[in-house]
């Protein structure tokens, strides 16, 4: 069994585990530089679509996002429109996916976690005792966890300890 999760967005990551929870592949979300009146990064959809297309799993859990108040106007048609882009490229692939809320996925995976604590900082507790020797820097030049990684990485394994109850249940019928 497979399962992937994915944290959308420019900074957004994808990374898939087996039924045990190892991780099976890790991936940044592919984006590229346009160079013109402003640099701007952009999702490299050719290079998305070829990841998804090559995502051989039982399920996907997407975190299902919505604006925030505060967030430009521009910044969040962008972050809109890189999100359909993986809605659709699942879909298109005919990849099985489920949208999570980050509020359902995190309270799962911050269980026993002082609420005062920052979400962030939560996220990368409960990574640091989990996956303890896992590297999650987007490359070997990078000092610190890549967040798009990290939140992947927590989504995948709610989806993975979510499917995988839900699948016992249905074998108990």
Same mark, same amino acid.
């Given at each position: 069994?497979?399962?992937?999760?994915?944290?959308?967005?420019?900074?957004?990551?994808?990374? $898939?585990?087996?039924? /045990?929870?190892?991780?099976?592949?890790? &991936?940044? #979300?592919?984006?590229?530089?346009?160079?013109?009146?402003?640099?701007?990064?952009?999702?490299?959809?050719? /290079?998305?679509?070829?990841?998804?297309?090559?995502?051989?799993? &039982? =399920?996907?859990?997407? /975190?299902?996002?919505?604006? #925030?108040?505060? &967030?430009?106007?521009?910044? =969040?048609?962008?972050?809109?429109?890189?999100?359909?882009?993986?809605? =659709?490229?699942?879909?298109?692939?005919?990849?099985?996916?489920?949208?999570?809320?980050?509020?359902?996925?995190?309270?799962? =995976?911050?269980?026993?976690?002082?609420?005062?604590?920052?979400?962030?900082?939560?996220?990368? #507790? $409960?990574?640091?005792?989990?996956?303890?020797?896992?590297?999650?820097?987007?490359?070997?030049?990078?000092?610190?966890?890549?967040?798009?990684?990290?939140?992947?990485?927590?989504?995948?394994?709610?989806?993975?300890?979510?499917?995988?109850? &839900?699948?016992?249940?249905?074998?108990?019928?």
């Amino acid at each position: 069994m497979k399962i992937a999760g994915i944290d959308p967005g420019i900074s957004g990551g994808i990374v $898939v585990l087996d039924g /045990e929870g190892k991780i099976e592949s890790k &991936n940044v #979300m592919p984006v590229m530089t346009l160079k013109g009146k402003k640099t701007r990064r952009v999702i490299d959809i050719q /290079e998305l679509a070829d990841l998804l297309s090559s995502l051989d799993v &039982n =399920m996907c859990f997407l /975190e299902k996002v919505t604006a #925030m108040p505060g &967030n430009g106007n521009v910044s =969040m048609f962008t972050f809109g429109y890189g999100c359909g882009l993986l809605e =659709m490229g699942l879909a298109a692939f005919k990849v099985p996916y489920t949208l999570v809320p980050p509020q359902t996925w995190c309270k799962v =995976m911050h269980q026993g976690i002082s609420k005062d604590i920052d979400a962030k900082q939560r996220s990368l #507790m $409960v990574f640091k005792r989990g996956y303890p020797n896992i590297d999650l820097r987007a490359s070997k030049r990078c000092s610190t966890v890549h967040s798009g990684l990290l939140d992947a990485l927590l989504i995948a394994e709610y989806g993975r300890r979510s499917f995988v109850v &839900n699948q016992a249940d249905l074998k108990a019928c």
